[in-house]
């Protein structure tokens, strides 16, 4: 773990230096690298306001497992259609819901038929979900990081004020590639219990928790 003490510091401490130069994982603290979204992304209330009018609704990863019990139907998988061989992967669909209905929903507890925004016509009762949006994609064309379509005007603003300066220090140092994408994980009631594989990622990622924990 590295704390940086001062989130207003210019420079990387020689340790977090390191450990990105060597490609380690290792947690870090009061970075100052997104204070906007430290300060407000951790609400439900926000969340549910500022992404109301995204364009086809938060992609939600749900698990539709009917046998196997309660374990494999929180387990959720990271496997690409096709990938993973003859490994006996858990039967986890992506689905979209408005944020709304998502945050709203109990999961497994859950009574009611929550709507689907796609596919349509369908409804999910009694799933565990676990949502998984992104926020930020490159755009080839134009070379520049793009805001998904319908995110509210507060937290625009908020995505503007990410420490770029901080994020380009940890880039080098670390020798990462191009930013590529920046994703929104959102657990809430429905995703009570969740699992995942052990698993790696394939990019190198920065994950800024905002709120609960991550283990």
């Given at each position: 773990?590295?704390?940086?003490?001062?989130?207003?510091?210019?420079?990387?401490?020689?340790?977090?230096?390191?450990?990105?130069a060597r490609?380690?994982?290792?947690?870090?603290?009061?970075?100052?690298?997104?204070?906007?979204?430290?300060?407000?992304?951790?609400?439900?209330?926000?969340?549910?306001?500022?992404?109301?009018?995204?364009?086809?609704?938060?992609?939600?990863?749900?698990?539709?497992?009917?046998?196997?019990?309660?374990?494999?139907?929180?387990?959720?998988?990271?496997?690409?259609?096709?990938?993973?061989?003859?490994?006996?992967?858990?039967?986890?669909?992506?689905?979209?819901?408005?944020?709304?209905?998502?945050?709203?929903?109990?999961?497994?507890?859950?009574?009611?038929?929550?709507?689907?925004?796609?596919?349509?016509?369908?409804?999910?009762?009694?799933?565990?979900?676990?949502?998984?949006?992104?926020?930020?994609?490159?755009?080839?064309?134009?070379?520049?990081?793009?805001?998904?379509?319908?995110?509210?005007?507060?937290m625009a603003?908020?995505?503007?004020?990410?420490?770029?300066?901080?994020?380009?220090?940890?880039?080098?140092?670390?020798?990462?590639?191009?930013?590529?994408?920046?994703?929104?994980?959102?657990?809430?009631?429905?995703?009570?219990?969740?699992?995942?594989?052990?698993?790696?990622?394939?990019?190198?990622?920065?994950?800024?928790?905002?709120?609960?924990?991550?283990?």
């Open positions: 773990h590295v704390d940086f003490g001062d989130a207003g510091r210019a420079d990387l401490p020689a340790k977090a230096r390191e450990l990105l490609g380690m994982c290792f947690t870090m603290s009061r970075t100052g690298l997104w204070p906007a979204a430290e300060a407000k992304w951790g609400s439900a209330e926000y969340l549910r306001e500022q992404l109301a009018a995204v364009e086809g609704g938060m992609h939600v990863l749900a698990n539709t497992a009917r046998e196997g019990g309660a374990k494999r139907r929180r387990l959720f998988t990271y496997f690409k259609d096709g990938e993973g061989g003859d490994f006996d992967k858990p039967e986890v669909a992506a689905v979209h819901m408005h944020i709304a209905d998502y945050l709203d929903h109990r999961g497994e507890r859950e009574t009611r038929d929550v709507p689907l925004m796609q596919p349509a016509g369908v409804a999910a009762r009694d799933v565990c979900l676990y949502l998984q949006q992104s926020l930020l994609e490159l755009k080839e064309s134009g070379g520049e990081m793009r805001l998904e379509p319908g995110v509210g005007a507060a603003r908020d995505v503007a004020q990410l420490n770029m300066a901080r994020l380009q220090q940890l880039q080098h140092a670390g020798g990462f590639g191009r930013w590529r994408v920046s994703q929104l994980f959102v657990g809430t009631e429905a995703t009570s219990g969740a699992r995942s594989f052990i698993h790696f990622d394939h990019n190198d990622n920065i994950f800024l928790q905002i709120a609960g924990s991550k283990r």
